[in-house]
């Protein structure tokens, strides 16, 4: 119905919106005006959706309707670099010529909750309409980056990707996030990396060579081993699922290397350099170990008595979450690893080195199904 005279709703819907902005920066501590907020951005979500709808009754050509939209997605833009700007503890300024969400290099730039989850979440919900419409293998040729270059700078898809693509890590950075936040943006990422001609896009961005280059835990809290614990006081998800969340994670992250590398001996210095991390922990793990007896000799009473063993370097559960969230984050990536260049790959790295460490972790936690059999 949006569409029908989509040029009345988009005055409409642009001047709702800057009056909400308006109150939304001068009130302090509003829930009733963030509240409005978050609605609108969930209906403006809802009409960038519709664009795929074809009427024929619609008088406005489709090139116009991609000029609307422009002004819809600038708007929604500004209030995204206002969010982030207002969780890092910045000065807003009037500049609106340019947005620049940059990747944090230290975590204490990253407040510890977002300033506004509602209004994250509809942020999400809004690219994720326009990613559908406007961005993908099937994205459409449209005159919206005229209006997102008039006003921010922006010029093409490659760009407003980089954007957005930020955002979603500046998410994984946060040192406390709450379920939703945290599903909605691996969702989203998950969801980028889909497709042939959306890998090949996001390859090459600098955020994601970025990302390739530094996926630690000091970098995104996200993936640290006791991640579980830093989620809000009314956490509904269970620790399963949460670490559920990596494998998902890594395999978005998976599916852009197989586009990224080519797994041969030139590539072999890179690969290394992204497995670091991996191996860090996998070395970790095999020193802890050392410290347990030898399994091999054991009856099923000398089992049963595992539970009091107390080694110095690392607690149980200490270990039980180190070894969950390297395997979460392998299985990802196996999942993505379709070529057999990429799984010889893998299967080397593992192989002998590191699959000592998953049969001995599997003799210490044998009476732990979020170990052995994770569902």
């Known amino acids: 119905m949006s569409r029908l005279d989509y040029k009345k709703t988009c005055a409409l819907l642009c001047t709702c919106f800057d009056d909400l902005a308006q109150q939304y920066q001068q009130a302090v501590n509003s829930e009733t005006v963030e509240r409005r907020f978050t609605f609108l951005i969930y209906v403006l979500g809802c009409v960038i959706g519709a664009r795929g709808v074809t009427l024929t009754s619609l008088s406005i050509p489709t090139d116009d309707q991609d000029l609307f939209d422009g002004e819809l997605v600038v708007r929604v833009l500004q209030l995204m670099t206002y969010i982030q700007q207002k969780t890092a503890g910045e000065t807003q300024t009037n500049n609106k010529n340019g947005i620049n969400i940059a990747i944090t290099t230290t975590t204490d730039k990253i407040g510890s909750t977002p300033y506004s989850e509602r209004l994250e979440l509809a942020v999400l919900f809004f690219f994720e309409q326009f990613r559908r419409q406007y961005i993908g293998d099937h994205g459409r040729s449209n005159k919206i980056y005229q209006v997102l270059f008039k006003?921010?700078?922006?010029?093409?898809?490659?760009?407003?990707?980089s954007i957005f693509i930020k955002k979603l890590f500046t998410n994984l950075q946060y040192s406390t996030i709450t379920d939703k936040l945290i599903e909605r943006t691996v969702g989203c990422f998950s969801d980028l990396s889909q497709g042939y001609q959306s890998v090949r896009r996001l390859v090459k961005l600098d955020p994601?060579?970025?990302?390739?280059?530094?996926?630690?835990?000091?970098?995104?809290?996200f993936?640290?081993?006791?991640?579980?614990t830093k989620r809000s006081n009314n956490s509904n998800i269970s620790a399963s699922s949460w670490s559920r969340l990596r494998t998902t994670f890594y395999a978005a992250v998976g599916r852009m290397l197989m586009h990224e590398f080519r797994y041969d001996e030139d590539d072999d210095d890179r690969v290394e350099a992204f497995m670091k991390p991996f191996a860090n922990h996998s070395n970790r793990l095999l020193q802890i170990f050392k410290e347990f007896p030898d399994f091999t000799a054991f009856n099923v009473a000398q089992f049963a008595t595992m539970g009091q063993f107390n080694p110095t370097m690392a607690s149980l559960d200490e270990i039980q979450s180190l070894i969950i969230g390297i395997v979460?984050?392998?299985?990802?990536?196996?999942?993505?690893?379709?070529s057999k260049q990429a799984y010889a790959s893998l299967f080397d790295w593992l192989y002998p080195s590191y699959l000592p460490l998953f049969l001995k972790a599997l003799y210490v936690f044998y009476d732990r199904s979020d170990v052995y059999n994770p569902l």
């Open 208 to 221: 994601i060579q970025y990302f390739i280059n530094n996926h630690t835990q000091d970098l995104f809290p």
């Open 151 to 161: 006003h921010l700078g922006i010029v093409d898809e490659e760009q407003l990707l």
């Open 223 to 228: 993936l640290h081993h006791s991640s579980t």
């Open 328 to 338: 979460r984050d392998l299985r990802g990536l196996c999942s993505a690893f379709v």
